[in-house]
């Protein structure tokens, strides 16, 4: 024998196109039924905090970045004053974690 789930919006208890949200806040997570009209809300109030937030997996790991472009960063960093072109030792291995800082702040970028 088949089972039908009603679901029913919790902000407003209309029945029409609802579904299961899942989102976290803080350590804690939540779950909430919400019509379209109630989801778009949320998208909207969440949208500039989840523009600048990085995302993570299901189990809290971070997603893994885009690789540090490495001979880019140590190009912009030797053309800078000395405070950061002075972080830059060699052109191999590691770029120094403060000369990655800088560039991410210069360019808005996620290094």
């Known amino acids: 024998m088949a089972?039908?789930?009603?679901?029913?919006?919790?902000?407003?208890?209309?029945t029409e196109n609802v579904e299961t949200i899942q989102f976290a806040v803080g350590n804690q997570a939540y779950s909430i039924?919400?019509?379209?009209?109630?989801?778009d809300?949320?998208?909207?109030?969440?949208?500039?905090?989840v523009e600048k937030a990085t995302p993570v997996s299901?189990?809290?790991?971070n997603?893994?970045?885009?690789?540090?472009p490495a001979k880019q960063i140590r190009e912009w960093a030797k053309a800078q004053?000395?405070?950061i072109s002075s972080l830059i030792?060699?052109?191999r291995?590691?770029?120094?974690?403060?000369?990655?800082?800088?560039?991410?702040a210069e360019f808005g970028t996620k290094y």
């Open 89 to 91: 030792k060699s052109d």
């Open 63 to 68: 997603v893994r970045r885009q690789a540090v």
């Open 3 to 14: 089972k039908q789930t009603l679901l029913i919006d919790d902000m407003d208890g209309s």
């Open 41 to 49: 809300k949320l998208d909207k109030a969440l949208a500039p905090f």
């Open 81 to 83: 004053p000395e405070e």
């Open 58 to 61: 299901a189990r809290g790991a």
């Open 93 to 104: 291995g590691a770029v120094p974690k403060k000369a990655i800082e800088a560039y991410n």
């Open 33 to 39: 039924d919400l019509n379209e009209k109630n989801r």
